[in-house]
């Protein structure tokens, strides 16, 4: 199995300069902005490697923490068998809030995985996502680092997206 990832990570802003501008014919008031834009193709051969891709909704569990264990992911081809990245980093993580509560998703109780520093946090409210790229920085997975924790309520479920190399 192959892993190839587009990453994108774009705000195209159209901002129209007010018409006093008397140097600029309205048609050419329009500033595009895009210059803070990301676009990245990434391989097991590019300087960001990727080889593991697990894509997969997460049910909450009502206020209890729910582990996301980066050595058992669960495997996108179905064949019942589990993911193991030890000894690969988080290239990217990607989560979004289907739900219709707050979730939370933080570094992960006991073996926590500092993909963002020691200490992380992230409150996703209803219907907001996020996406964290790694850019070959984050920890390598291993025994002590390995552990992603989510709290919401019951019924809520995470789209989650993870990529690793």
């Known amino acids: 199995m192959s892993v190839n990832v587009t990453f994108a990570s ?5 901002e129209t300069l007010e018409t006093n501008v008397s140097s600029a014919a309205a048609a ?3 500033v595009t902005h895009t210059q ?8 097991s051969g590019t ?3 990727v080889t593991i891709l697990s894509m997969f909704e997460w049910s909450q569990t009502g ?3 729910t582990c996301i264990d980066l050595t058992a992911l669960p495997s996108t081809n179905n064949d019942g068998g589990d993911v193991d990245a030890t000894g690969l980093r988080l290239q990217i993580m990607k989560i979004k809030n289907t ?13 926590g995985y500092l993909m963002l520093g020691a200490a992380w946090v992230i409150n996703l409210l209803q219907d907001q996502e996020i996406t ?3 850019n070959e920085l984050a920890p390598e997975v291993g025994a002590a680092a390995s552990d992603i924790d989510t709290t919401g309520t019951a019924a809520d479920i995470l789209e989650i997206t993870l990529v690793l190399g």
């Open 36 to 43: 803070f834009n990301t676009a990245k193709s990434l391989t």
């Open 10 to 14: 774009t705000v195209t802003a159209y």
């Open 99 to 111: 739900g219709t509560n707050t979730c939370v998703v933080n570094f992960g109780a006991a073996n």
């Open 28 to 30: 050419q008031r329009v």
């Open 132 to 134: 964290v790229y790694g």
């Open 63 to 65: 206020g209890v923490d």
């Open 47 to 49: 300087a960001v490697p």
